[in-house]
């Protein structure tokens, strides 16, 4: 794809970073070429291993496509793990060789052959554009061979490998095309989210159509600047984790930006890789207007699961727009998708069971881990984790993961049903429902809160205002205000790391919780 984009037009700037430009098409092919060339000088051979352990960076698009014009697999990072986790991967990856920033890894680490700095002198030789980059062959792969090796994020034990083959990365990058946005040579992506997750990953159809790829001079996430770059650039798309939409929603009011000068600045922004409450889409659409589209999927199908298309979501006048923008959209075109019990057996439509998803996009397995495979891999389909129904006209709604789906009394609780009934309570800015031991019930709902700056929240408004919107059993018995949610670099809840917290709270903070969460305990129903 590269090399077909450099022949077409190799004057045309392809990468920058911030607003200057970084490299033409042309110098692109020429710097990843090298790079290539030169990993297969230093032995490096088809299928091996090299580990991309980096903040967002313009070399970061030129060190995939070179480890991949080598026939090499990309071991992308998250670049806040700590040196130890990175290492526990490199080894189980059998990783060879590591490019670094030097701010992610200020030290060396173990297990690597080489380690080099992308913005060392060591690096600027490594990357030197040999004198005819057209000539330096592509290593052929297979559709099934693995490209990328992505570590599960490990919230709940060690990480896995989910192997990503080009046949999986080809689909997503057509189906985007199809399902998602449609992408023209003078459009532009941004890359404020991580690189090493779905961000990065959209490159693909990006470069497909020899559009322009924007890294931000700080490396991440900052509304101002990403405002800025639109305004200046042209309109950006994007990929964002609903934490980073929400931050750019709240930039445009507290500006004063209206809907016409978001537009001037963002293109579109497809969101996707942890829950959108319905409160904060509603938000985002009247404050930036429509220009969002919801993707799901997993690393184990990546970016590829359903869509919720814009047109879905501005859609006000439909008669279920309510249920609608509460789901995920419906399968995209290269999938299959169903609802099933444990055992596989399709449930009817309405009924709550485990999303399942078959298709061209999906993993090939674990890496080195026969047993995770067979558990997530059954006749062909992806058994996701992910609990959730399917309407008449195919749109998911998703409830909650499996492993978080509350058990009290006997009866099921979603904990996304909780969080979206707690973020409409004034006051609130952040919600987040766990289960917790209790020796009545089975489990407990415990709801931790951020309150919103300058606001008063009450545990006993709280539990008002929940039972004013849902059955009495699902409210939470517990209420903890607290200054921030534990997230990983994706912007997604540790509900583990939640749990955590309560199993360390003892029995004492437990009870003088509930104590202050129903002021009039005396009545058993209330708790």
């Known amino acids: ?24 098409y042309g110098e692109w092919a020429a710097r990843s070429a090298a790079l290539a060339q030169r990993l297969r000088d230093a032995g490096l051979a088809p299928g091996d291993r090299v580990l991309v352990f980096m903040r967002n960076h313009p070399r970061y698009l030129e060190l995939l496509w070179a480890a ?22 490199i080894d189980d990856a059998q990783a060879r060789w590591g490019f670094v920033t030097r701010e992610v890894a200020a030290e060396r680490l173990a297990g690597l052959e080489r380690q080099i700095d992308v913005e060392s002198a060591e690096a600027d030789a490594l990357f030197a554009p040999v004198r005819d980059a057209f000539a330096v062959p592509v290593t052929e792969r297979n559709a099934n061979d693995v490209a ?18 080009q046949r999986n990365l080809m689909t997503m990058g057509l189906t985007y095309f ?57 309109p950006l798309s994007t990929f964002a984790a609903p934490t980073i939409v929400n931050r750019l929603v709240e930039h445009a009011e507290q500006a ?15 969101y996707g890789g942890a829950p959108m409450y319905v409160a904060d889409i509603e938000r985002a659409l009247r404050v930036m207007g429509p220009r969002f589209v919801q993707i799901y999927g997993q690393g184990e199908t990546p970016m590829v699961g359903t869509a919720l298309a814009r047109a879905h979501l501005a859609d006000a006048s439909h008669p279920r727009h309510a249920e609608r923008i509460a789901s995920v959209g419906v399968a995209q075109t290269p999938v299959q998708l169903r609802i099933a019990d444990a055992e596989g057996r399709d449930l009817p439509l309405g009924t709550v069971g485990e999303v399942l998803i078959k298709g061209d996009s999906v993993m090939a397995g674990y890496w080195r881990n026969p047993q995770a495979t067979a558990a997530a891999l059954r006749d ?52 987040a429902v766990v289960g917790a031991p209790d020796a009545k019930w ?86």
């Open 1 to 24: 794809m590269l090399l077909r984009q450099a022949r077409l037009a190799p004057g045309r700037t392809a990468v920058f970073n911030g607003t200057e430009p970084w490299a033409t």
């Open 380 to 431: 062909g389909w992806l058994f996701t984790g992910d609990v959730g129904c399917l309407d008449a006209d195919g749109f998911l709604t998703l409830k909650d993961r499996s492993k978080d789906l509350v058990i009290s009394g006997g009866s099921n609780i979603y904990p996304r049903e909780v969080e979206e009934v707690l973020l409409t309570a004034p006051g609130v800015a952040e919600a």
């Open 148 to 165: 990328w090796l992505f570590y599960t994020s490990g919230t709940t034990g060690r990480p896995k490998g989910v192997m990503i083959t």
């Open 178 to 234: 199809v399902d998602v946005d449609p992408v023209a040579a003078d459009d532009a992506i941004v890359y404020a989210a991580p690189m090493s997750h779905g961000a990065g990953i959209y490159a693909i159809p990006h470069l497909m159509a020899g559009a322009r790829h924007v890294v931000p001079a700080s490396g991440g996430v900052d509304a101002a600047e990403l405002f800025e770059l639109g305004w200046r650039l042209a």
């Open 256 to 270: 004063g930006l209206g809907v016409e000068q978001c537009a001037r600045a963002f293109k579109t922004i497809v």
């Open 68 to 89: 991949w014009w080598a026939g090499l697999v990309v071991v992308p990072v998250n670049a806040k793990l700590h040196a130890r986790e990175v290492e526990w991967i």
């Open 442 to 527: 089975g489990e407990a709902v415990v709801a931790f809160i951020v309150v919103q700056p300058g606001a008063k929240v009450t545990a006993g408004a709280l539990d008002a205002h929940c039972l004013a919107h849902m059955a009495r059993f699902k409210r939470p018995k517990h209420y903890k205000i607290v200054a921030a949610l534990p997230k990983n670099n994706y912007g997604k809840v540790l509900k583990t790391a939640l749990r955590e917290q309560l199993a360390a709270s003892g029995p004492q903070e437990q009870s003088a919780t509930q104590a202050d969460a129903h002021p009039n305990p005396a009545k058993p129903e209330s708790t």
